[in-house]
């Protein structure tokens, strides 16, 4: 079972340092086209939403960070640490969300590089349908619904 809590400056540093390891491939040229600097997306980190650690038992195995905006819960950043990664973490992390926010928000949002195909395959399998195509960027935005019960019982 994992449990969740608000990330600490240091632990913001470093989900910000494995966000940057988990994608490099495209993260630096997505910044460059929107115009945003590595200091000026830290600092987004900090400052908008919340960034959580995720444990299993006293471990910290990942993090994820999140903002709620009108009616939509925007997840901006799911990273599980390397040891740690296909156990299921992401999964059950995501599946939480959507317990937690059902009744209270329409939907989750995400966006994933078209590059990474076995992420965009699990939010698939977990209800998450693409609603935009953000092609000069190369991301898909999916949302995956919150009203429907048999959508959050995956």
């Known amino acids: ?5 608000t990330a600490t400056p240091d632990q913001i540093e470093e989900f ?3 966000l940057r390891l988990d994608a490099s491939d495209y993260l630096e040229r997505t910044m460059q086209l929107m115009d945003m600097t590595w200091s000026q997306f830290s600092e987004l980190v900090r400052t908008v939403g919340h960034v959580f650690g995720v444990y299993r038992g006293n471990e910290l195995v990942g993090f994820y960070w999140i903002e709620e905006r009108e ?3 925007h997840l901006h950043g ?18 939480t969300l959507a ?4 009744g209270m928000m329409d939907a989750i949002e995400l966006g994933v590089h078209e590059s990474n195909a076995r992420a ?3 939010y698939e399998r977990l209800g998450y349908r693409t609603v935009k195509h953000l092609a000069d960027l190369g991301f898909y935005v ?3 619904s919150l009203l429907e019960k048999e959508t959050i019982d995956t």
């Open 1 to 5: 079972m994992l449990t969740y809590q």
């Open 16 to 18: 910000l340092r494995l």
């Open 71 to 73: 009616r939509i819960v």
């Open 78 to 95: 799911l990273v599980i640490r390397s040891a740690y990664q296909n156990q299921g973490i992401g999964t059950e992390i995501l599946t």
């Open 99 to 102: 317990h937690r926010y059902a």
């Open 120 to 122: 965009r395959a699990l």
């Open 142 to 144: 999916l949302q995956r």
